[in-house]
């Protein structure tokens, strides 16, 4: 039986939350008892899929990309751009994931805003 890396796992749930599917998303590698530590909303697993699919109908479309992915043990961290519409400016985001039995246990994420016109000719990525 093939067991899908961790890295692979968080990769296809953000795809899947920023692409409408976030029920789905969370039903296959979600775990029931997750917690999060996003400020917004409460810690608990059903308050931040609402939360996921609200942003679902208030920016349908938009992209996440990810560019840098790692993994140590049971954390994967993501490094992402995204873009929520053309007329919206792009954030980079950092998810940390913790997995349990090859579920999303725990979630934090850090996310600022891309500068149009930053003095570092280095980028964000």
């Given at each position: 039986?093939?067991?899908?890396?961790?890295?692979?796992?968080?990769?296809?749930f953000?795809?899947?939350?920023?692409?409408?599917?976030?029920?789905?998303?969370?039903?296959?590698?979600?775990?029931?008892?997750?917690?999060?530590?996003?400020?917004?909303?409460?810690?608990?697993?059903?308050?931040?899929?609402v939360?996921?699919?609200?942003?679902?109908?208030?920016?349908?479309?938009?992209?996440?990309?990810?560019?840098?992915?790692?993994?140590d043990?049971?954390?994967?961290?993501?490094?992402?751009?995204?873009?929520?519409?053309?007329?919206?400016?792009?954030?980079?985001?950092?998810h940390?994931?913790?997995?349990?039995?090859d579920?999303?246990?725990?979630?934090?994420?850090?996310?600022?805003?891309i500068?149009?016109?930053?003095?570092?000719?280095?980028?964000?990525?």
């Amino acid at each position: 039986m093939y067991m899908q890396s961790h890295k692979n796992i968080a990769r296809e749930f953000f795809r899947m939350v920023t692409s409408g599917q976030v029920r789905e998303a969370y039903e296959k590698y979600v775990s029931n008892d997750f917690r999060h530590h996003n400020a917004y909303f409460k810690g608990d697993r059903e308050s931040l899929l609402v939360g996921m699919e609200e942003n679902e109908k208030r920016f349908p479309g938009k992209l996440l990309e990810i560019r840098h992915q790692l993994e140590d043990g049971d954390l994967v961290a993501t490094h992402s751009r995204l873009r929520f519409g053309s007329d919206k400016p792009e954030m980079t985001v950092v998810h940390i994931v913790r997995f349990v039995n090859d579920k999303i246990a725990e979630m934090w994420d850090v996310g600022q805003e891309i500068p149009k016109d930053s003095p570092n000719k280095n980028g964000l990525f």
